[in-house]
């Protein structure tokens, strides 16, 4: 379902929207008051909270091109370590990419603000395609991304993003497109 609603969000939320909106005036005038109260009451509320979620997602537009600016955003985690450890959630962050090689700079989530020394991680080689991410790998991340497993000297590493920015670090990293 939240796969379903992510893909057609521009049908999905203005259903919403109308429902909600239905229903709160249906609810102004049950509770006594004048059907002209019940819808001025609504639309005050949806211009209010029109209002801040558009400011929300043009501040959010500026801050995700302003990461991609630094690079690839995308999403690492470090699978086979101990659940529950800071290597076995997904760490949010942009990346350098060279020949057989990633700079991995984790940021601060919902900001611009780097934490840490960035990571250097050596690629030898991509184990398969990029999957859908489902299950359990799908907590705390949007949804929509897919996930790409990387083979280290050392162990692997999986990363999530959307396709064109998989594709782009296998262009980058390993040269095969």
């Given at each position: 379902m939240r796969e379903w609603l992510w893909q057609h969000k521009m049908i999905a939320i203005p259903l919403m929207i109308v429902l909600m909106a239905m229903v709160s005036v249906l609810v102004y005038a049950a509770s006594g008051n004048a059907?002209?109260?019940?819808?001025?009451?609504?639309?005050?509320?949806?211009?209010?909270?029109?209002?801040?979620?558009?400011?929300?997602?043009?501040?959010?537009?500026?801050?995700?091109?302003?990461?991609?600016?630094?690079?690839?955003?995308?999403?690492?985690?470090?699978?086979?370590?101990?659940?529950?450890?800071?290597?076995?959630?997904?760490?949010?962050?942009?990346?350098?990419?060279?020949?057989?090689?990633?700079?991995?700079?984790?940021?601060?989530?919902?900001?611009?603000?780097?934490?840490?020394?960035?990571?250097?991680?050596?690629?030898?080689?991509?184990?398969?395609?990029?999957?859908?991410?489902?299950?359990?790998?799908?907590?705390h991340l949007p949804p929509g991304l897919k996930v790409l497993t990387l083979i280290l000297p050392h162990g692997s590493v999986e990363v999530a993003a959307d396709q064109a920015a998989l594709e782009k670090l296998q262009q980058q990293v390993l040269h095969d497109g």
């Amino acid at each position: 379902m939240r796969e379903w609603l992510w893909q057609h969000k521009m049908i999905a939320i203005p259903l919403m929207i109308v429902l909600m909106a239905m229903v709160s005036v249906l609810v102004y005038a049950a509770s006594g008051n004048a059907w002209t109260y019940g819808i001025f009451s609504t639309l005050f509320n949806l211009l209010w909270w029109g209002g801040l979620s558009y400011l929300f997602a043009r501040e959010s537009r500026k801050r995700k091109a302003a990461l991609e600016e630094r690079g690839i955003f995308l999403y690492l985690r470090y699978p086979g370590s101990r659940p529950g450890s800071l290597h076995d959630i997904w760490a949010g962050g942009t990346v350098s990419c060279e020949p057989h090689r990633i700079l991995f700079q984790e940021v601060m989530s919902g900001t611009e603000v780097s934490l840490g020394q960035p990571a250097v991680l050596e690629v030898i080689k991509v184990s398969d395609s990029p999957k859908p991410l489902a299950g359990s790998n799908a907590r705390h991340l949007p949804p929509g991304l897919k996930v790409l497993t990387l083979i280290l000297p050392h162990g692997s590493v999986e990363v999530a993003a959307d396709q064109a920015a998989l594709e782009k670090l296998q262009q980058q990293v390993l040269h095969d497109g």
